[in-house]
């Protein structure tokens, strides 16, 4: 299993930016797809998480500004981030768990991550 994330950059505060993580490989049908990030001094933390029957959630810091969704079809998950703050600077890490099901084994898998830099 891979994970390529994108979309990452350098914006002011208040601007928006949009994450994307493609997956390839073999993904349970029943799985959990979330966002992490991981700031200079920091320890990683959970930004957005979505499972495969579409329920999410969401770091109350960012609660009402990111927006994380999925497209089965092309296996892939997007993080909406809007009202950027310098806050939000951070690399942002892709992740897919998969759960156990009959033709898939469980595992944890990470992308390498994208640097989102927010100016103040």
């Known amino acids: 299993v891979q994970l390529q994330a994108s979309g990452g950059g350098l914006v002011q505060a208040g601007g928006s930016l949009r994450l994307s993580c493609a997956v390839s490989?073999?993904?349970?049908?029943?799985?959990?797809m979330g966002w992490y990030r991981q700031a200079p001094g920091k320890q990683r933390e959970l930004v957005a998480g979505?499972?495969?029957?579409?329920?999410?959630d969401y770091a109350d810091s960012v609660k009402g500004r990111f927006t994380i969704s999925r497209d089965s079809a092309k296996n892939t998950v997007y993080l909406q981030m809007v009202s950027l703050k310098p806050d939000d600077t951070a690399v942002y890490y892709c992740?897919?768990?998969?759960?156990?099901?009959?033709?898939?084994?469980?595992?944890?898998?990470w992308g390498l991550g994208t640097l989102v830099t927010v100016s103040s």
């Open positions: 992740h897919l768990e998969n759960k156990p099901s009959w033709l898939v084994p469980p595992g944890d898998y």
């Open positions: 979505i499972t495969s029957s579409g329920s999410t």
């Open positions: 490989g073999r993904i349970s049908s029943s799985n959990r």
